[in-house]
């Protein structure tokens, strides 16, 4: 007995430290996006860094976790649950990356005056991305919890939807080019799409918290 | 020629061990919580170990209501049992269950040789069988209700939670059996007890093992063996029936149906009721399979009436009533057969 528990010890620390990976990911991912926003390039490209690095972290992580799960058969109830939600939070990191990887290649220009709100933007979305971390930091030892998390990251995405609305509204209404506008709008949805990924791991894990349930 | 007449216990036996084995550890293997070998493997050794150990005292209460005195009369008693059961009423998808039937081909005996039915003994039993379900019922309510506020407050970890829930579904489908084979080897073997005096032998290391105890030993292999050969089968096909059940409510169905199955067969618990002149359950063979039903019931009535299935129990009840109808009906036709075509003693003056 103490042998098994010496193995499930070993896989806790394992689903802590991918949850730790994802939850600093996305604070670095704030970093890197006010770095590019104060045009400070190496900041930027020092955050980006830490996000890919921690993306390969969490990588390795889920990989190993999920290869434990399988070896010693355990959880089998929930064993396709936590793969799941897993592999989908690590699609949060993934999307981090990917928008800082857009902002490296593309470069937009972003009016300084609208800097605040790509700040907000970000900001909200990682709120969201965090409350969903803690969300399923719950799910494997307080299902009770799960939902006062999942209820923040809902309502954090509601309110990146609203920014990423009035930001649109406020770039299509300069007297910008429209390939610019277009550009900017594109960058606001990028952002978006954090808080977005952060909703779709939220419906999973309500069901599989209910799933839980005794 | 004793084992041909001792075959109809013993196939019963086989028949009890491979059709409650879903009750005992069915859920735990259909969510693979455990191996089927490794359940089936502790289960039988427990119910050998409960039925020689502890399989007396609702052994006793069937021989008070009737002690059939002929070992080819205790074939056919055993055989109209496992007729009635396994072969007619299960197959018409009716939960019944042995210790009905036993009763029904006991009385089918009475009838048969002339002898009174001890109306208060029976009394006694179909109270049990009522008192069992409801027993069942309110005990995993009330474990499920403490085990579900247990698992909210100690916030332990998925993974290590896991772990706890197989060693628990282990000890308790091993105390389930235990208690099976305590409490049902009086239907597998109770009415030879009384019609095959076996001698007592003594063994080094192990005292004196009655000649009740060595029929109890033999049903209790039976038990074993029809737990390993074939409840695999029983299991996949009763799955839809607990589909719906975690691995813990499953946990705390077997626990329920455990304690009323060893409730009713501890003569060491029933002796310290009675130093403390507390009320005392009688020794009577009960339905596993029942106590098993009225056990979901429980959790199903403290989960929302929505998840129970109240057909199931009218089932049960027409059980009661049918059940030791065709058995005794089987036993007594039987019987007339053994003694009239056969020409063999199926009571004894």
């Known amino acids: 007995m103490t042998l098994v528990f010496g193995k499930t010890k070993v896989l806790e620390t394992q689903i802590d430290q991918f949850l730790d990976a994802v939850a600093q990911s996305g604070l670095t991912f704030a970093l890197a996006i006010r770095d590019y926003l104060a045009g400070n390039a190496e900041e930027f490209d020092a955050h980006s860094t830490g996000v890919t690095e921690l993306e390969r972290q969490a990588d390795d992580l889920r990989r190993d976790i999920e290869t434990q799960l399988y070896a010693h058969s355990l959880i089998p109830e929930h064993r396709g649950d936590v793969l799941g939600l ?129 | 020629m004793i084992f041909l007449f001792l075959s109809s216990g013993l196939f019963l036996g086989w028949a009890l061990g491979a059709n409650n084995a879903a009750n005992l550890f069915g859920t735990a293997v259909r969510t693979r919580m455990l191996r089927f070998q490794t359940a089936a493997v502790v289960c039988g050794v427990f119910a050998v170990l409960g039925a020689t150990a502890s399989g007396a005292g609702a052994t006793k209460t069937l021989t008070r209501l009737g002690a059939v005195n002929t070992i080819a009369g205790a074939f056919m008693v055993a055989l109209a049992a496992a007729a009635a059961v396994y072969m007619v009423l299960r197959r018409v998808a009716l939960p019944v269950s042995t210790p009905q039937a036993i009763v029904g081909a006991i009385v089918g005996w009475n009838l048969f040789a002339g002898r009174p039915t001890e109306m208060a003994t029976l009394q006694r039993i179909v109270f049990s069988w009522i008192f069992s379900l409801v027993l069942a019922t309110a005990l995993a ?164 009436s929505q998840s129970v299935r109240f057909r199931v129990l009218g089932e049960i009840v027409i059980g009661w009533v049918v059940t030791p109808a065709i058995a005794g009906l089987a036993s007594f036709i039987g019987l007339f057969f053994l003694q009239n075509v056969f020409g063999l003693a199926v009571v004894a003056p």
């Open chain 1, 86 to 214: 897993l592999e989908n939070i690590d699609e949060i990191i993934n999307t981090e990356k990917k928008t800082l990887s857009q902002f490296s290649v593309e470069k937009p220009e972003i009016p300084a005056d609208l800097n605040p709100q790509y700040q907000e933007l970000a900001n909200t979305c990682v709120a969201g991305a965090e409350a969903l971390v803690a969300a399923a930091r719950a799910f494997f030892r307080d299902t009770k919890a799960v939902h006062d998390h999942l209820h923040k990251v809902y309502f954090y995405e509601k309110e990146a939807d609203r920014l990423s609305d009035r930001l649109k509204r406020e770039i299509f209404a300069r007297d910008l080019d429209l390939a610019h506008k277009i550009h900017l709008r594109y960058f606001s949805l990028h952002i978006e799409d954090v808080s977005d990924e952060a909703e779709n791991v939220a419906d999973r894990l309500a069901i599989s918290t209910i799933k839980r349930t005794m």
């Open chain 2, 141 to 304: 309510a009330a474990l499920y209700l403490g085990l579900a506020a247990l698992v909210r407050r100690s916030h332990v970890h998925l993974l290590r939670q896991d772990v706890l829930t197989r060693a628990a579904l282990i000890a308790v489908a091993a105390f389930a059996a235990y208690s099976l084979g305590a409490n049902n080897i009086a239907n597998v073997m109770g009415v030879f007890v009384s019609a095959l005096p076996v001698p007592a032998v003594q063994l080094p290391g192990l005292g004196i093992i009655s000649g009740a105890q060595q029929l109890f030993f033999l049903g209790g292999l039976a038990i074993a063996v029809g737990m390993y050969t074939y409840s695999r089968r029983v299991i996949d096909r009763v799955t839809a029936t607990v589909s719906e059940f975690s691995p813990l409510a499953a946990f705390v169905i077997v626990l329920a149906e455990s304690l009323v199955l060893f409730l009713f067969s501890s003569q060491s618990l029933e002796a310290m009721l009675a130093r403390h002149h507390l009320p005392r359950l009688p020794l009577v063979p009960v339905s596993a399979t029942q106590a098993f039903i009225g056990a979901m019931i429980g959790i199903g009535l403290v989960k929302g």
